[in-house]
């Protein structure tokens, strides 16, 4: 080995004149909102970071969008809206939805993977926010989201889709879907949290995301669906976001349904952001 | 306002279910001291230092750093404080430099004096030249200097260092403990932990001897070793079979067991005085027991540890009885 420490080299300590009462009397009882926001955007750094020495990552968020479009269209496309072309207008922001969600289940896997790592241990030591960590990731997600979207549109426009919307409409659609993947990870981020293993929460995850995705107006039209279901469906949070993506992709259109996706989102985002920090805090 | 203890603990107690880790620990560590706490595995040390972290809830008792009350007010305790714990906490897919940085940055430390830092500590410790490899290819020790580096970003008065040298040659070890050193030159306190009694001796200013989650013994390195006896006699049989005769000899002629090692044939006798050495020889010869070799030394840290914590002889299963027995409790 050819490392050695150099010799009484002046130590980064010396120039402290701080006596530790002073060090004492300035420390402060919370986080400022500032200082949370500062934390989180490093921590979304650091995934960043690990997301370009890891690309394996974006895996999922890459063939998926292709895979799924193609799959779907050609499966279902005939049967439910006659041809191909004119089921892809309903579907492509269907699986936009479906894809978002998809690559937010990983937030929570990786999320517990992550805590069982050495260096949480300093992040708990830490005088940060307890919502740092949680948040950070999510906010790096935002490029995982941003990939599906747009290679799902690409995918959809190479079999034929012209969105009604044009680029405007598409972009906002864009949008909307990374702002609704941002809001349901906090759902898995919450599982993250609660779950002993990454393979639970994989296992765990699977079973809300299943529904939440099948169980919703992404790949059918509502009124195909018996009364009991066409219910859940109605409510569910997943069919706001996949109705208002059609409104805004296929007729460029702020519709109201753009609104209720909006608030479906805040809605989760109330719930399970504060479920998701008193759980991580209960892992010190 | 000068003399806030930077520790200050009252019968601190952390249970696993039934286990009690922790129980009822007191302690109390002066600014500007290195303290050790000395215990075996599973001793409670690593649990216990997580309670002062805020890394584990208290479940009994009360601890204070610099004044603040730790379980009140966790946030205020966590700026008083560098932890480096007993396995590296560094994140192993950024850089030595992207760690020190990451860490400042999250502390509220600007960016630029974050990246200045870093610099800085990387140079103290050896580091600059891996300072752009990514952790994985770390040695051990690289890994551990990288890990005490980066409790020192914020300059804490406080530092926590949970077994700050297992795992390392000595040569490295020797240079983490100067490493201590000029921390606490600086005006540091460190509060370290050990299973190397050596390390606690040339370290710490006072130590406190834990096992099975109490503190057995408290004092100075020499206050401790004194209290084994002043200096040991150290001999070696020719022939191991007579040990348990020598043994007899020892215990007729001072009443106390000498300690054995029964395959190498070796025996230690603390003495109150060094000329008891002679005394314990002459007898050894009227009884025809040869011996190979013979020193007197002072005790080490070892002997003391056995003592207290009697686990090599099988007896003291009760520390504290253990302690009490040997009037060690020169804990106030
Ligand atoms: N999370 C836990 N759940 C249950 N038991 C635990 C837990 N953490 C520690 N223990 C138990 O508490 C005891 C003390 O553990 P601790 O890690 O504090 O010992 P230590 O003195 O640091 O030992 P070592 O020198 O091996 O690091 C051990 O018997 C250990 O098994
Ligand atoms: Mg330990």
């Known amino acids: 080995m050819t490392m050695q420490m150099t010799q009484p080299a002046p130590v980064a300590t010396t120039p402290r004149r701080l006596t530790p009462g002073d060090v004492a009397a300035r420390t402060t009882s919370h986080n400022s909102l500032r200082e949370t926001l500062s934390q989180t955007m490093s921590m979304a750094w650091r995934a960043t970071k690990k997301m370009r020495r890891n690309p394996e990552q974006f895996f999922d968020v890459t063939i998926q969008p292709l895979l799924f479009t193609a799959m ?77 979207s747009t290679l799902t549109f ?70 195909t669906l018996p009364g009991w279901l066409a219910a859940f469906v109605k409510v569910n949070p997943v069919s706001y976001v996949v109705t208002a993506t059609r409104d805004l992709a296929n007729d460029g259109q702020l519709t109201g349904h753009v609104g209720w996706a909006l608030v479906a989102c805040a809605a989760v985002i109330a719930v399970f952001a504060p479920l998701s920090v008193r759980s991580y805090k209960r892992h010190l | 306002m000068k003399h806030i203890p930077a520790v200050h603990a009252e019968g601190l107690v952390k249970s696993f279910g039934d286990f009690r880790a922790v129980d009822g620990v007191d302690l109390h560590v002066d600014q500007g001291e290195i303290y050790g706490v000395l215990g075996p595995n599973g001793a409670g040390k690593t649990t216990m230092l997580k309670m002062l ?22 946030h205020r305790t966590r700026q008083l ?90 040569r490295t070890r020797g240079q983490m403990w100067d490493t201590i050193r000029e921390l606490v030159a600086g005006g540091c306190t460190v509060l370290l932990t050990t299973q190397y009694l050596d390390e606690a001796d040339q370290l710490a200013d006072r130590i406190a001897v834990i096992d099975r989650g109490r503190k057995v013994a408290e004092g100075t390195p020499d206050e401790l070793k004194a209290s084994v006896g002043n200096s040991t006699l150290r001999l070696r049989l020719t022939d191991a ?92």
Request: aromatic letters at 6%.
């Open chain 1, 72 to 148: 779907f269209a050609y499966l279902l496309g005939g049967g439910l809206s006659g041809s191909v072309e004119a089921y892809l207008p309903l579907v492509i922001p269907g699986i936009l939805a479906q894809t978002a969600l998809t690559a937010c289940m990983a937030t929570g896997v990786q999320l517990r993977e992550d805590m069982e790592k050495g260096v949480f241990d300093r992040f708990k030591s830490l005088p940060m926010a307890r919502i740092a960590p949680l948040a950070g990731p999510m906010i790096a997600d935002l490029l995982r989201y941003a990939i599906a």
């Open chain 1, 154 to 223: 690409v995918t959809g426009i190479a079999m034929g889709y012209r969105p009604g919307g044009g680029v405007a409409g598409v972009a906002m659609a864009i949008v909307l879907t990374m702002i609704a993947g941002w809001s349901l990870a906090w759902v898995f981020t919450w599982v993250g949290t609660l779950a002993r293993s990454a393979q639970s929460v994989q296992g765990i995850s699977m079973m809300i995301m299943f529904p939440l995705t099948f169980m919703s107006n992404a790949l059918v039209p509502v009124e």
């Open chain 2, 53 to 74: 972290a805020t890394l584990l809830p208290i479940d009994g008792g009360r601890a204070e750093i610099f004044g603040v009350d730790v379980r009140r007010d966790p």
């Open chain 2, 81 to 170: 404080l560098g932890v480096t714990g007993q396995y590296a906490s560094v994140d192993e897919n950024l850089t030595a430099n992207e760690n020190l940085w990451l860490f400042g940055r999250l502390q509220g430390v600007s960016s630029r004096t974050s990246r200045a830092t870093a610099a800085q500590l990387l140079e103290q410790f050896g580091l600059q030249e891996a300072a752009n490899k990514p952790i994985s290819q770390f040695s051990g020790g690289m890994r551990r200097r990288l890990d005490l580096a980066a409790s020192l970003i914020t300059r804490p008065p406080l530092i926590f260092l949970d077994e700050p040298t297992t795992g390392l040659d000595p």
């Open chain 2, 241 to 332: 079979a007579d040990q348990s005769e020598a043994a007899e000899v020892v215990r007729r002629l001072l009443g106390e067991d000498p300690v054995l090692s029964p395959e190498s044939g070796r025996m230690n006798v603390a003495l109150d005085a060094a000329d008891r050495a002679a005394d314990v020889l002459i007898s050894l010869r009227e009884a025809g027991i040869g011996i190979t070799s013979v020193s007197v030394d002072a005790p080490t840290l070892d002997e003391v540890f056995l003592a207290l914590t009697g686990h090599d002889t099988g007896e003291g299963s009760d520390p504290s009885a253990t302690a009490d027995k040997l009037q060690l409790e020169v804990a106030r």
